[in-house]
């Protein structure tokens, strides 16, 4: 599985971003699909899932009520919409995707990774 990850840029406080995560290749193996995020010096962290046959959605509790998780299977590709983003939002967002049915905070669960996209959030 191959995964492209796209839609980062630099927005004021309070605006929105929508970032999307197109997968290719064998996409009929994966269970999930999830988002996390890296500023420099810290670890990576989770930050939503969705399970890519029911659609079963996980939010960390630092983005709940400001950004949604959504899949198109048709399309084989995944969105965070990213709404009320905040300083703190700033960080390099990667999109991941595994066959694991362990949880979906863990990176041990996917097994493949996106390139990163840049968002960056102006105060």
């Known amino acids: 599985v191959q995964l492209q990850a796209s839609g980062g840029g630099l927005v004021q406080a309070g605006g929105s971003l929508r970032l999307s995560c197109a997968a290719s290749?064998?996409?009929?193996?994966?269970?999930?699909m999830g988002w996390f995020r890296q500023v420099p010096g810290k670890e990576r962290v989770p930050v939503a899932g969705?399970?890519?046959?029911?659609?079963?959605?996980y939010y960390a509790e630092s983005v709940k009520g400001r950004f949604t998780i959504s899949r198109d299977n048709a399309k084989n590709t995944m969105y965070l919409q990213m709404n009320d983003l905040k300083p703190e939002d700033t960080a390099v967002y990667y999109c991941?995707?595994?066959?694991?049915?362990?949880?979906?905070?863990?990176?041990?669960?996917?097994?493949?990774w996106g390139q990163g996209t840049q968002v960056t959030v102006s105060s």
């Open positions: 991941a995707a595994g066959s694991s049915r362990y949880t979906w905070l863990q990176e041990s669960s996917y097994g493949y």
């Open positions: 290749g064998r996409t009929f193996s994966m269970y999930r």
């Open positions: 969705i399970t890519w046959s029911d659609g079963k959605k």
